[in-house]
């Protein structure tokens, strides 16, 4: 598109072909199915998730007879061993770890650090490395 009453032809160009010339596709990645994707990704996390048993186990708290002692001495009456209780504590915190070191990351997009590609990878292996850490602590406490 030209620009109108410019003395020198000028080219204008619009948000869209100003973002595809700016930016670089990367052939690498297949979009086609991101959507179907995002649904099968977003129903297994839900049936999958040990933090749907704590769900269904905490809504069963709120609507079964009893009190929380009641159903909690239930839980210690099995006997589960310690590394089955850190194991099942560092599945409930590993989401919020996760969550947490990740909008850090994302509060350091906003001021516009760390977009190149290379500090997208780092900053994204620190963010695994801060989640599995700061979990393994909290779960052992």
């Known amino acids: ?9 000028t080219l204008v160009l619009s948000s869209v072909s100003e973002m595809l010339f700016l930016w670089e596709p990367q052939p690498t990645r297949r979009w086609e199915g991101s ?3 995002t649904l099968v990704q977003t129903a297994l996390c839900l049936l999958i998730s040990p933090s749907t048993g704590v769900s269904l186990f905490g809504l069963s708290a709120l609507l079964l007879p009893g009190s929380f002692e009641s159903h909690l001495e239930l839980v210690k009456s099995l006997c589960l061993g310690p590394a089955l209780i850190h194991t099942a504590k560092f599945a409930l915190v590993f989401p919020f770890m996760y969550h ?9 997009w906003d001021l516009g650090k760390g977009l190149k590609i290379p500090q997208l990878y780092q900053s994204g292996a620190a963010v695994l490395v801060l989640t599995v850490l700061t979990s393994a602590g909290l779960a052992s406490m």
């Open 1 to 9: 598109m030209l620009a109108v009453g410019a003395s020198v032809p």
């Open 35 to 37: 959507g179907v994707r």
């Open 100 to 108: 947490t070191w990740n909008g850090v990351r994302h509060l350091m």
